[in-house]
């Protein structure tokens, strides 16, 4: 998050350039981004932030699909949640409790963590083979078969943050 807002600004040649943290991924995710958030760009900037996306990519060094990449997100009501996942080619499988609030939910990348979040009685979805390159560090992983979890939590749902993040604890200690 940058100042409040989810868009990071690149400055380049004196002009800004604003682009989605979360889709730089991949060079499709990256224009993608570019695209929607200006009404141009220079080509160059696909390669700086690719090389952005690099740097961040070797601080969370990702290149063991023995340790898990856990990513924290927050959405608003009613805007993302695991219904967004229904009847579209990016979930092979989805679980929804009645019990839990739809905008909290897991997505993961790992059938044995779908089932793990799934006997919990948690919103879960799994992420399928399939899923469409948005340029996201959900894609990436599952491309990489680098263990990945969303801990997807509707802003102002702090302790229901924790609780989801204290469940992947325990998945991964029973699992390690």
Sequence with gaps: MQNGSRL???????????FDPNRIFSKKGIIKTLKKYNKSYPLKLITKIKSFADAVLKIVAIKSSSKYIIAIHNNTDDHFSVNSYKNTANASMIYMSKS???????????????????AQKQNVVLQ???????????????THKVPYINVEAQIRHKKKQIDMLLLCKRLLTKSH
Excluded: H, M, R, W
Aim: hydrophobic share 25%; with cysteine.
């Design 100 to 118: 839990q609030d739809p905008d909290d939910f897991f997505l993961v990348t790992k059938e044995s963590d779908f089932t793990f979040f799934k």
């Design 128 to 142: 399928s083979k399939y899923a469409k390159d948005d340029g996201s560090l959900s894609i990436y992983c599952q």
């Design 8 to 18: 990071l600004k690149y400055i380049y040649n004196n002009k800004n350039y604003y």
